[in-house]
């Protein structure tokens, strides 16, 4: 089992595949300040990685797997040092932008029309004929 869990603390070992991350995902929400041990886990699926991500878990022991230890460590204690994770609150979340992310788009564009920006619209330049392929003659028939 990759998965165990303890009072406080997620051991994870082993390889931890995507069908163990709605579990942990569940465990990490009703857990107060929870830790992760890593010391024996080999794998760890992003879908995994993303929960302990999100509830910035504190890593408690450090895995021995060298890919581990080297590229996702440094993700998770990133995290961490955020603070804890706000409180979901499944309720008031809104299919909405916040209103500090307001865009100002041209005046009579219709609601929901993506903003164009310039780097999302390419520069306009003149086309240029191509000299590689010569345009056919006109048949004089």
């Not at 406080?8 to 990490?28: C, H, N, Y």
């Not at 865009?103 to 004929?129: I, K, M, Q």
């Amino acid at each position: 089992m990759p998965l165990h869990f303890a009072e406080s603390t997620a051991v994870l070992s082993g390889a931890v595949v995507v069908d163990d991350a709605e579990p942990l995902a569940a465990w990490l929400r009703t857990t107060p300040a929870p830790r992760a041990d890593l010391t024996d886990c080999r794998h760890l699926h992003t879908a995994a990685l993303q929960a302990l991500m999100a509830a910035r878990v504190k890593v408690s022991a450090v895995p021995a797997d060298e890919f581990l230890r080297v590229w996702v460590l440094p993700l998770l204690r990133a995290d961490a040092a955020e603070g804890p994770a706000p409180a979901a609150d499944t309720a008031a979340v809104q299919d909405t932008a916040p209103a500090d992310a307001a865009v100002d788009l041209p005046a009579g564009t219709p609601a929901g029309t993506p903003a164009e920006t310039p780097a999302e619209t390419p520069a306009e330049t003149p086309a240029e004929p191509s000299t590689a392929h010569p345009a056919p003659e006109e048949d004089p028939r």
